[in-house]
């Protein structure tokens, strides 16, 4: 298998962490998002979207982070990240679409987003309308999550499941970018399960080298 991925990417946090939870072999080819390597013709037609990450598997291409967490764990059902009863999965489809939906899209990603991707995509100064707005949208969907994880060592409960992996990815930059994560002890401490995960730790350990390679060189 091969990703395409930027390190210092949230999703690639959990793509990364994940690969190395399961020792699944795969190559990694990094697109420089600032250098524009996802408005190539070549990469284009592997995900016409001009976002990363995109998996290729021989002939098979996936993209959008859920679906190749989703892909890499059924690569060893023996882990049960990805569940093998109807409502196990119905489960972590449903915290799988509210990352995408609400998480990402409406948090912790909008606020990453206005404060560190703009900048690397060249798209000019954070705007604090959408900064305020992802902010408070964080309160709002933090909570959610804070009251699921009371009594369940997990998202779902006594199993760890690739909804973990999705969802856990951003606190780091939730951290990073002022979030107020503090409010919320159950997210602390079902992301300190995470963080002793080892390949958690590498995979934060990366994406941690790959921000400041990529912030000193913007300021170099
Ligand atoms: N829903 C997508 C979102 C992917 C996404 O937004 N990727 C961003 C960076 S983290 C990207 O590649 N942006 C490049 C661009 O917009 O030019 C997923 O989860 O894979």
Sequence with gaps: MKLYLFPPSSRVLAIVALKNHLALDCEFNPIDLGRGDQLTPEYLALNPNRKMPTLEDGEFV??????????????????????SDLRGQADVLRWLAWESAHWDAESCGMVAFEKASKAVLGLGAPDPA????????????AAVLDDQLKGRAWLIGERLTIADFSIGA???????????????????????????????????????????????????
């Design 62 to 83: 996936l993209w959008e982070s859920n679906a190749i967490l989703f892909y890499m764990a059924a690569k060893r059902p023996e882990s049960g990240l990805w569940p």
């Design 130 to 141: 959408f900064i305020a707005r992802g902010e408070q949208n964080f309160v709002r969907f």
């Design 170 to 220: 951003f606190v780091p930059s939730a951290a990073r970018f002022g979030l107020p994560l503090a409010r919320f002890s159950e997210i602390g401490r079902w992301y300190e399960g995470l963080a002793a995960l080892p390949g958690w730790q590498d995979a934060v350990a990366a994406k941690d080298a790959a921000t400041a390679a990529w912030l000193a060189k913007g300021s170099g």
